[in-house]
């Protein structure tokens, strides 16, 4: 399984971005996906996930009312939208493939992207 994460970039506080995921390799529909970043210094910590379908989905309090995670199996994609952005999301985002569901720890994950960076300005 390969994820290729894009979508990152600069934005102003209040403004929104989309990240997207692609994935290939192996059925996309088998995997639950999730969404974890990393602001410097700290440690990864989850953000979205979600199951084998649209109906699944679960939020870090922190980004719940803002966040939007979202699947598109006939593209094996995963997007992020996010809104309403913040200067404390300002990190790497990291999609990642779990075989066995939704899952909440990074460690639970089996593949990983190579992370896009979102940076929101005050």
């Known amino acids: 399984v390969q994820l290729q994460a894009s979508g990152g970039g600069l934005v102003q506080a209040g403004g929104s971005l989309r990240l997207s995921c692609a994935h290939s390799g192996r059925t996309f529909s088998n995997y639950a996906m999730g969404w974890f970043r990393q602001a410097p210094g700290k440690e990864r910590e989850f953000v979205a996930a979600?199951?084998?379908?649209?109906?699944?989905?679960y939020y870090a309090d922190s980004v719940k009312g803002r966040f939007t995670i979202s699947r598109d199996n006939a593209k094996n994609t995963v997007l992020l939208q996010m809104n309403s952005l913040k200067p404390e999301d300002t990190a790497v985002y990291y999609c990642a493939a779990a075989i066995r569901g939704v899952r909440f720890g990074a460690s639970d994950y089996d593949y990983w992207g190579q992370g896009t960076l979102v940076t929101v300005s005050s």
């Open positions: 979600i199951g084998w379908s649209d109906s699944l989905t």
